[in-house]
């Protein structure tokens, strides 16, 4: 899923500091799992808003709405009428939820209540690591179904490194080597045949080398 965490207060106060009415938009979908802007974090957020410019004297309209998912046009036609009634509208989803939201409404600004992080999965309850970085060209049926761009530091298509030992990356005790990982989960299903082969260097155009991707189903368009 993608993750995401809350911009600080500060931040997101100054983002909108000339505005008057404020519909803040959250998400149900990745955003909500790592609880950073589902309906929950909506209300706190908007709750946070009230109190701080009710503080500084400048007391706003703020309208809260969350979507399915901001990223689908289906969803974000729900908000036209609410839209109406704001001045800005602040998005409490991934970068391709604000950016669906400003295409969609192109005469209100948008702005991120989020920093959105990277592609990951939940290691405990609180902690998301991240495990895929939409490379374009799925390696994971030849390295044991661990990623080598994600989660080795050097993206290195061959490894270890010289800089690896005893199963850690050089940047930190706290970092397993990727490569360590990719051996020990070949060795245990007895294919380490496939480590010994060597990846021929990597296409980064499917990664968006060539431009901004996108993904056309002729089956599926109208």
């Given at each position: 899923m993608i993750t995401a965490e809350r911009k600080p207060l500060e931040e997101i106060l100054q983002s909108v500091s000339s505005f008057d009415r404020i519909l803040i938009v959250g998400c149900n979908e990745c955003v909500t799992v790592c609880a950073a802007g589902g309906r929950k974090e909506v209300g706190l957020l908007a709750s946070a808003l009230n109190m701080s410019m009710l503080k500084a004297g400048?007391?706003?309209?703020?309208?809260e709405h969350t979507l399915e998912?901001?990223?689908?046009?289906?969803?974000?036609?729900?908000?036209?009428?609410?839209?109406?009634?704001?001045?800005?509208?602040?998005?409490?989803?991934?970068?391709?939820?604000?950016?669906?939201?400003?295409?969609?409404?192109?005469?209100?600004p948008?702005?991120?209540?989020?920093?959105?992080?990277?592609?990951?999965?939940?290691e405990r309850p609180g902690v998301w690591a991240e495990r895929c970085a939409g490379c374009g060209n799925c390696v994971l049926g030849v390295t044991g179904?661990?990623?080598?761009?994600?989660?080795?530091?050097?993206?290195?298509?061959?490894?270890?490194?010289?800089?690896?030992?005893?199963?850690?990356c050089e940047i930190s005790d706290e970092v397993d080597c990727a490569w360590q990982l990719i051996w020990d989960r070949l060795k245990a299903l007895g294919k380490t045949d496939l480590y010994e082969q060597n990846m021929d260097a990597k296409d980064?155009?499917?990664?968006?080398?060539?431009g901004p991707r996108r993904i056309v189903r002729e089956d599926l368009t109208e």
């Open positions: 400048r007391p706003v309209q703020l309208t998912r901001q990223c689908d046009p289906e969803y974000v036609d729900e908000l036209a009428q609410l839209v109406t009634g704001a001045d800005a509208i602040l998005s409490m989803a991934c970068g391709c939820g604000v950016q669906e939201l400003a295409r969609r409404y192109r005469d209100k948008v702005l991120p209540a989020l920093n959105t992080k990277f592609m990951g999965a939940a179904g661990i990623c080598p761009i994600a989660r080795c530091s050097k993206r290195l298509m061959n490894g270890p490194c010289g800089g690896s030992g005893n199963g850690k980064w155009r499917p990664a968006g080398g060539g």
